[in-house]
């Protein structure tokens, strides 16, 4: 008879051996299985408080730097869009060129169009300075809410409405506690739009939107 060899010997160290192997730790080269990234946070939009047409409401607009706030008092008083002509409300581009003899000086404004297909919508407001400081201008509205979608003025627009404002002779500040400015707003938007609000302030690097004034 032979000789008994190791084998019964040798398979439990073997399976000691492969038992240890599975129950040690991940090395360098092994993957983990990702661990589920946790949700990010979502800012909540800020609500913006709701106004109507012709109502007054109360407004303060503070300063990045150590200027006194001013506490205005703001009410939309008329809103229309489908002009599609504003006479003499357009800088001339003939007068702003300055190409022209001094006995022919053309005219400063002509008559502002939009382009084909496109009306303009005007707003004016009232803002009293109700509070105990100065100010130097008045807070801006912001974007114009339609039927289709919201629009920003663009700096054609701000010059018309700075143009309507001084054939009107409004008053361009400062504004000392207990006066009122008085604004014109002017958007270019497709001609059958619809204005259904106006937002307030416009938004900016230190101003966001508080307000939704509603214009039917």
Known sequence: MGRRGPVRKVMPMVLVMVAAACAAPATRGTVAAPEKAAA?????????????L?????????FSDDTAPVDWQVTVTAARCGATVLPMAADNPAYVSGDWPLDKVPPTHIDAR??????FCRLDATLENVGRSPASGVEEFGNLVTSRGEYTFTEADKSIAENLQEAEKLPGGPFNPGTTARVIKIWTVPAGTTAEAVLFPQE??????AHRIALS
């Open 204 to 209: 900016s690097l230190w101003d966001q939107p």
């Open 40 to 52: 990010e946070p979502v800012a909540a939009e800020p609500t913006l408080a709701p106004q109507r």
């Open 54 to 62: 012709g109502t007054p409401f109360r407004y303060r607009e503070t």
């Open 114 to 119: 939009p382009p084909a297909g496109w009306v």
